[in-house]
């Protein structure tokens, strides 16, 4: 077997007994890199010189017998929306192609301080806006279970490093789904984080009121390690929570008595008949261990995607006012003026995507527009908080669908952005309101692409997220296995 088909908690444990050295498992690592990035694409820089002298320092700190951090020594990948210093932070933009950030986001600094060993940034949709990853200005991802499909977005490399062996753990963003779905699509574990739970300082904003960096891995276990080097109070970010947990675990062997609520609009129309038919099995699973399962109703659901498409653009446009082509980033080569520098420069320096969002953000905020949609979309937003808060009184944990269909093929929606949006049906309800969910897979379709099930929790529950999680996936084989990819 090779280092890199290892899970990182099992590294983890090899690295702390010495059955193998960081830089053994980091050349593992790069060699995997060398073998398949070629077909999946999934990294916009790689950092091998780094991690490789990072991993030697972890091995000598390892033999003098200094305490380290479980992550010590394990290679991990970031989605190139966070910030890292001195190494190029894109957000597949071109706006951003030559941005080297001066400063680590809080989240980076917290892993550097346990020795992370990062092997490079992982490729994305433009500022984090899509479901396919296909938004990239540099590149696209493809899905290494199969390589003529999209690895969903808009963490995509993030996700597709994990389940190819390229990486052993990654961080990515989720604004409106875009952990859980990548991980859905691409067969692997995938947390959204409580909003507050995990500093967004250095993470490049795209809706504020809605983003949240959370890990990727192979299995639950992972993820749970990783989000517990993560979380916690952040002093540059007001909307940081302390954590209270000094460590998450996810090794629960008994879920009698769980209330498990399944709303009847994830369920619907629109939601893939195989899909629907792997969550649902899953489900029986937990059922037959113990849990109580009962239908629920979260009728604000219908309006999900148009609020969340109004608050995010909102947001959005405002953010992104700052790439203006004078601080930092892309300027048009020639220009007459400041406002023809201004237009230019944004013009050719954002996608079409980013555009359509900053218009339509623009436009809902504009005075004659800002009650009919703006204001709307933010009481719905409490409206549906409400709907949630009230059905965790009746309940544990929710379980819907992560997506409403798998991987699909690549170019297949691109022209279509409604249909993209569509996509994130399932995924964005849970940013709206707030809360932390998980995307476990469970199974597979028939064309064999991997189903994901998504386990919502109240505001900071994510131990319980993790217990089911653990639960579920102890039964039904374990940690998933690097997936092969054809080269
Ligand atoms: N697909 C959603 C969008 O395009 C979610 C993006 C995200 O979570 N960053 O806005």
Redesign the pocket.
């Known amino acids: 077997m090779n280092l890199y088909e290892l899970t990182a908690t099992e590294l983890s444990k090899k690295l702390a007994s010495k059955d193998c050295s960081a830089v053994e498992a980091t050349k593992s690592v790069f060699d995997r890199i060398e073998e398949v990035e070629g077909k999946v694409e999934a990294y916009l820089a790689v950092t091998k010189e780094e991690a490789l002298n990072k991993a030697k320092e972890v091995d000598e700190k390892r033999a003098k017998g200094e305490a380290l951090s479980p992550i010590a020594g394990v290679p991990i990948g970031i989605k190139d929306n966070i910030c890292t210093k001195g190494v190029l932070t894109t957000c597949a933009s071109k706006m951003l192609y030559s941005f080297v950030p001066p400063y680590n986001a809080t989240v980076i600094d917290k892993l550097c301080s346990q020795d992370m060993v990062m092997t490079g940034k992982l490729n994305?949709?433009e500022f984090?806006?899509?479901?396919s990853c296909e938004?990239s200005y540099f590149k696209k991802t493809k899905n290494p279970h199969n390589l003529s499909c999209v690895p969903g977005?808009?963490?995509g490399g993030s996700a597709a490093a994990v389940a190819a062996g390229e990486v052993f753990l990654s961080l990515g963003?989720?604004?409106?789904?875009?952990?859980r779905?990548p991980a859905s699509y691409c067969g692997i574990v995938g947390l959204k984080p409580t909003y507050g739970s995990v500093s967004r300082y250095g993470l490049v904003a795209?809706?504020s009121s809605?983003?949240q960096i959370g890990p990727f891995g192979r299995c639950v276990e992972d993820v749970a390690m990783l989000y517990s080097a993560i979380c916690g109070r952040d002093e540059n970010d007001a909307t940081s929570v302390i954590c209270k947990y000094p460590r998450f675990t996810a090794n629960c062997t008994d879920i009698r008595g769980l209330r498990i609520g399944l709303p009847k609009e994830y369920f619907g129309e629109g939601v893939d008949a195989e899909v629907k038919k792997a969550v649902t099995a899953a489900v029986s699973e937990l059922e037959k261990a113990g849990a109580v399962v009962k239908q629920i109703s979260l009728p604000s659901t219908d309006n999900a995607l148009s609020a969340?498409?109004i608050i995010?653009?909102a947001e959005a446009s405002s953010n992104l006012a700052r790439f203006d082509g004078v601080k930092y980033g892309y300027r048009t080569e020639s220009f007459d003026g400041l406002i023809d520098m201004y237009e230019k420069t944004r013009s050719e320096g954002f996608g079409d995507?980013v555009k359509r969002?900053i218009m339509l953000g623009t436009f809902v905020l504009s005075s004659g527009y800002y009650d009919a949609y703006y204001k709307k979309a933010k009481l719905f937003q409490k409206r549906i908080s409400l709907e949630f808060e009230e059905a965790f009184k009746g309940c544990d944990i929710i379980i819907t669908p992560t997506a409403p269909d798998t991987a699909f093929k690549l170019g297949e929606k691109v022209s279509d952005p409604v249909k993209?949006?569509a996509?994130?049906i399932c995924?964005?309800t849970v940013?709206i309101a707030g809360l932390p969910a998980i995307s476990v897979p469970c199974g597979k379709d028939s064309k064999g692409l991997p189903v994901g099930m998504q386990i919502i929790g109240a505001k900071f529950t994510e131990q319980k997220l993790f217990d089911v999680a653990s639960f579920y996936e102890a039964l039904t084989g374990g940690p998933q296995k690097v997936v092969h990819v054809p080269v």
Do not use: K, W
Not at 173 to 179: E, N, V, Y
């Open positions: 994305m949709d984090a806006m899509g479901s938004n977005g808009s963490s963003s989720d604004t409106g789904g875009s952990i779905m795209f809706a809605l983003d969340y498409y995010s653009s995507e969002r993209m949006y996509s994130d995924t964005v940013n």
